[in-house]
């Protein structure tokens, strides 16, 4: 019978073996050569990754200055990096225009732009990555101007992935 010890010494054994190989490989001019000779598989050829996320659950915060801060969640694809956020804005609405006035790399961005007296602003937001846009969400901000007090709202519903 095999201890418990001694299985766990092959298999970080194999473990290390296996990086040799695949190191080695890296560095060859045929990678897929020492793979054959080693006889085992190459590493599958990685898939572009799918679309960044929607943000959702928008959360303003409005500072002395009149600026206000914009927070949102967005489940982006696992493994992947590099996802910044553009944000555009429209002072007439949902339907726009909308004029893009920056980004972030972080689900966070702050408005320091809003025109004096604006009782609503319309946000959209769209999660980018290299050549990959997610679907863009659009956030109503209203600032109770001609009614109740700060506000928000999604202007669509947000479908998530199952």
Known sequence: MVSRATRRCRCDRAAELLAVIKAFAEQSADPNAVYATAQIPPPPIPGP???PGTPFEP????????????????????GTTGTIYEVRRSLTGSNGPFAFIGAS?????????IPFGSGA???????VRSTRRGNPATFNVNFGVNGPGLTVTMAAPVKMAA
């Open 121 to 127: 602003v319309t946000y959209e937001i769209t999660a």
């Open 49 to 51: 990754a799918p679309d």
């Open 59 to 78: 959360r303003v915060g409005l500072l002395q200055s009149g600026a206000i801060v914009l927070n949102w969640k967005c489940n982006n694809p696992e």
């Open 105 to 113: 790399g972080v689900k966070e961005f702050t408005d320091e732009t």
